[in-house]
């Protein structure tokens, strides 16, 4: 597609749920991050793809957190038994990993847990 | 580990130039960047240096880079109200998987006053 794309844009959850938020990433670029940004506060990494798999999820704050990734296209990032801590905007960017390595973003997806 | 610092609020009228300032704490940073994010959007590279130079230009946009104190600035000249959102600064270091990882300081909020 033309940029990154999440969905969805909103999610309103009940704590103790399961949430996924997904992500397509530029067509054709094989590195896909995700992050966090809580309210007022900069960008916390969570994991890096490379193709379908991950070199770096150093950043998954717990093991509540996991993400995938298929095709070297879509990925997902599963939130499990949801805590009230985990209420954020979750971002999704993908390059081309050379060079400068810009970083796309897509326009994140706004996590309420209640 | 790698630490990315910027001041939260800057506030400017229209038509003076404003000046975002960033402190990192890795030497062996190899690119710098500045991102802009609008409300409810997601984060779109405005300019970049790399990390052997001093300054660069780009319409009203200057960068500087002091590689000694690891001060990184940026300043918009003829502040306009569209100028108005969060400039984070990042900068990019080798990540495991064999990576240039970025991290991204607090942000700063820029408010451009009429």
């Known amino acids: 597609g033309a940029g990154v794309s999440q969905s969805p844009s909103n999610k309103v959850t009940e704590k103790g749920k399961d949430v996924e938020l997904r992500c397509d990433p530029i067509?054709?670029?094989?590195?896909l991050y995700w992050y966090r940004q809580r309210l007022g506060q900069g960008l916390e990494f969570l994991i890096y793809?490379?193709?379908?798999?991950?070199?770096?999820k150093s950043g998954l704050p717990s093991d509540r957190f996991s993400a995938e990734r298929t095709g070297e296209s879509v990925s997902t990032l599963t939130i499990q038994r949801t805590q009230q801590e985990d209420s954020a905007v979750y971002l999704c960017?993908?390059?081309?990993?050379?060079?400068?390595?810009?970083?796309?973003f897509g326009a994140g997806t706004r996590l309420s847990v209640l | 580990g790698e630490d990315v610092e910027q001041s939260l609020f800057l506030s400017v009228r229209e038509g003076d130039s404003s000046v975002i300032n960033c402190t990192y704490t890795?030497?062996?940073?190899?690119?710098l960047y500045w991102y802009k994010q609008e409300p409810g959007a997601g984060l779109q590279l405005l300019t970049y240096?790399?990390?052997?130079?001093d300054m660069k230009q780009d319409q009203r946009l200057t960068v500087l880079l002091n590689k000694k104190d690891k001060h990184l600035s940026l300043r918009i000249a003829d502040t306009q109200t569209g100028d108005s959102a969060i400039y984070f600064c990042?900068?990019?270091?080798?990540?495991?998987?064999?990576?240039?990882?970025?991290?991204f300081g607090t942000g700063t909020k820029l408010q451009v006053i009429p």
């Open positions: 960017a993908s390059s081309t990993r050379t060079g400068i390595n810009i970083q796309y």
């Open positions: 067509s054709g670029h094989t590195a």
């Open positions: 793809f490379q193709g379908n798999s991950a070199p770096d």
């Open positions: 890795d030497s062996s940073s190899t690119y």
């Open positions: 240096i790399f990390s052997n130079m």
């Open positions: 990042a900068e990019t270091h080798p990540g495991s998987g064999g990576y240039q990882k970025v991290t």
